[in-house]
């Protein structure tokens, strides 16, 4: 079986290691296991667990703690509609090699994560594009979904906030999506990686899976909880689907780690301290990055609404992976090339502004510094 390369994932695993500058990463400032059980103010205690834990498998499902806490942040999960996995993109390839079936017809949203078109097209499906298109603020236009839609379509993907937009689907749009959905008998797939990263408090996004009885979500530690090296994700559905997925995972994973597991409790039992700590940088960061595109006359961009990426448009006269290519040889700054989204999005760069403050303030110096030498090199030829 064939796939596509990753554009992301590929870019990121030859360029990252060597970067001065990371104007491309996606997690926020990532914690040290210090770092979290100091937050929870257990330190001994559960260093003391750590200690005494036995490296066995554990629970083959994860420990009912684990289930539960997980549970607990969506309305309407149970433990028995929650599987855990190594990471949301466990999650997501794990879900979807259940979901999808040779020859079903899905409709995912574009620009996204790439995981979730590849791996459909790659079982076999034919995956169709609801185009997120800037001006329209990187919303689904829900009349050219309507359009889109037939009594074949066996699901429609969202990304749920959008990596790479940072737009969000607010819960009437999502109440019309499962409206659209439900005509079809489709299943509703949201990944929602960022979804508790939304900034303005006041606007946060249902999960897929509590609005809808066919609706699945995967998400993980990385992002939201700074933790992307504990490797835990996880898929929220209906319990049939997730016996499905847990007949898959038998075959992929077995268990996930203990310690991961372990202190992935710790985490979300915390979540609204690390919340906290973490929507003040990316708020930070959103009015560090919003003040510099404001400043630079041939950016523009949607300004972010949730998450810790945008998609920054340019107007200069170079292809995005030549752009950041000589942005990094210049000086290590690293910034990840449109283009790895898709053809079409050859003169935008998706930037991960919210690792710290610090840092991007740095990066976006020596971005405006690239940009003055292809001012001046453009300057030159007329
Ligand atoms: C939208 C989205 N989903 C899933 C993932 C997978 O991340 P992880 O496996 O670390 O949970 C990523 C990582 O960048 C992502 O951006």
């Given amino acids: 079986m064939k796939i596509a390369p990753f554009g992301v994932e590929q870019w990121m695993n030859e360029w990252e290691e060597g970067a001065v500058t990371n104007l491309a990463e996606t997690c926020v400032d990532s914690m040290t296991v210090e770092n979290l059980l100091d937050i929870s103010g257990l330190r001994d205690e559960i260093m003391d667990q750590m200690m005494k834990l036995r490296l066995s498998y554990g629970d083959i499902l994860g420990s009912v703690e684990l289930l539960d806490s997980i549970a607990s942040m969506y309305e309407h999960a149970a433990r028995g509609s929650v599987i855990v996995m190594n990471g949301g993109s466990a999650a997501n390839f794990i879900s979807l090699y259940t979901l999808i079936e040779p020859g079903d017809e899905v409709i995912c949203v574009y620009p996204a994560y790439q995981q979730l078109y590849s791996i459909p097209e790659s079982f076999g499906a034919s995956v169709r594009f609801l185009r997120l298109r800037p001006e329209n603020g990187f919303k689904a ?23 790479p937009t940072g737009a969000i689907m607010d819960h009437s749009e999502l109440e019309q999506i499962v409206r659209i959905a439900d005509s079809a008998g489709a299943w509703l797939y949201s990944d929602e990686a960022y979804r508790f990263m939304v900034h303005d408090a006041s606007k946060q996004i249902p999960s897929a899976a509590d609005i809808y009885e066919r609706g699945i979500a995967t998400c993980s530690l990385s992002k939201c909880f700074s933790l992307a090296g504990l490797r835990l994700g996880w898929v929220i559905g209906p319990e049939s689907f997730i016996k499905e997925v847990a007949c898959r995972r038998d075959y992929t994973t077995i268990s996930c780690g203990r310690i991961d597991d372990l202190l992935g409790r710790v985490a979300i039992k915390n979540r609204d301290r690390i919340f906290s700590r973490n929507l003040d940088i990316v708020r930070r960061c959103a009015v560090i990055l919003d003040d ?11 300004k972010p609404e949730a998450g810790t990426t945008a ?3 340019y107007d200069y006269d170079i292809g995005s992976e030549d752009f950041c290519r000589r942005l990094y040889r210049k000086d290590g700054t690293f910034l990840l090339p449109g283009a790895c989204f898709g053809p079409e999005f050859d003169r935008y760069l998706r930037i991960g502004y919210a690792y710290s403050p610090g840092v991007l303030e740095d990066g976006l110096r020596l971005v405006s510094g690239f940009l003055r030498d292809l001012d001046e090199e453009a300057g030159s030829k007329n």
């Fill in 141 to 163: 236009d829900l009349n050219e979904l309507r359009g889109m839609v037939t009594n074949r379509t066996k699901v429609i993907c969202i990304n749920n906030s959008n990596n």
């Fill in 292 to 302: 510099w595109v404001r400043s630079e006359e041939r950016i523009d961009y949607v």
């Fill in 311 to 313: 998609f920054l448009h």
